[in-house]
């Protein structure tokens, strides 16, 4: 069983990474978004288009 400040490192470790990625996918998206709406897409079909679609 690990010691209590080994978990604590992973566990704030996991916490970041998940933070990272979630600023990452938020960021890609809006770009993706501005990108459609920027050559034409409506609000709608930015919204649902998928970003691997769109290279």
């Known amino acids: 069983m690990p010691s209590s400040p080994n978990r604590w490192i992973r566990r704030t470790s996991t916490g970041s990474v998940l933070l990272v990625a979630l ?19 409506s609000a709608l079909t930015a919204a649902l288009r998928s970003p691997n679609k769109m290279i």
């Open 23 to 41: 600023i990452a996918a938020v960021v890609s998206f809006r770009h993706m978004h501005e990108l459609a709406l920027a050559h034409g897409g």
